[in-house]
């Protein structure tokens, strides 16, 4: 089973940049489809985006023109690039993986607390 | 597109069943077999363990089932545990919206 590990900021100030890592273990990164998910009060299990090996790319038209999602295979490794954030931005942000794009996110990271004050 | 609707919380006695149901709409459940159920314990991350409607991943115990009829999916958990006490969220696909969640259902044993 692939494991999954967040890493990035816990604070990111208003209009800034929120940036993300997600280290990938014990399979190879081109079987799945890397998804960034995030999770709040407000809003509750929020997808972001996801990209698969091939460079494709999809995302929330809530947040697409805010989002970038990268895929760096030779240190298994994806990220997450969220500008302009506000407190709205506030959560729980967990990377995962789909096995094959079947529609279901079979691993999760342990997830990681962003924190933009108002 | 707008999030699936669960209802907020369902409860139950050790050993007895409940069922959750996640409402969606002709554009996700209503089309396609892509329906997966998480369990998410407090401070935890959400685990997977329902997907493709029916089908249960290695591990999870088969007192968890899901179905799906029209637009609406449901979740059964049968002969309740303790451990079962935890937050559980549906998830569809929905064209090219691959991660449509739903509301979320506390389960109180």
Redesign the interface.
């Known amino acids: 089973q692939v494991q999954l590990q967040e890493s990035g900021p816990g604070l990111v100030k208003p209009s800034e940049t929120l940036s993300l890592t997600c280290d990938v273990s014990g399979d190879s990164m081109n079987k799945y489809y890397w998804s960034w998910i995030r999770q709040s009060p407000r809003k509750g299990l929020e997808w972001i985006a996801y990209i698969f090996h091939s460079g494709k790319t999809n995302y929330n038209p809530s947040l697409k023109s805010r989002v970038t999602i990268s895929l760096d295979t030779s240190k298994s490794r994806f990220s997450l690039k969220l500008n302009s954030v506000t407190a709205a931005d506030t959560a729980v942000y967990y990377c995962a993986g789909d096995f094959d794009g079947a529609g279901a996110l079979v691993s999760w990271g342990q997830g990681t607390l962003v924190t933009v004050p108002s | ?1 707008s ?1 699936l609707t669960q209802p907020r919380s369902v409860s139950g006695s050790p050993g007895q069943s409940v069922a959750i149901s996640c409402i969606g709409t002709s554009s996700d459940i209503g089309t ?1 077999d ?1 329906v ?1 159920w ?1 369990q998410q314990h407090p401070g ?5 363990i329902i ?2 409607v029916s089908k249960r ?1 290695s591990g999870v115990p088969d007192r968890f089932s899901g179905s799906k009829s029209g637009n609406t999916a449901s979740l059964t958990v049968s002969g309740l545990q303790a451990d079962d006490e935890a937050d559980y ?1 549906c ?1 569809s ?1 929905a064209g ?9 259902t506390k389960v109180t044993v």
């Open positions: 597109q999030a396609y892509y997966s998480y935890k991350a959400p685990k997977l997907h493709d991943p969220y998830c696909y090219n919206f691959p991660y449509a969640f739903g509301t979320g």
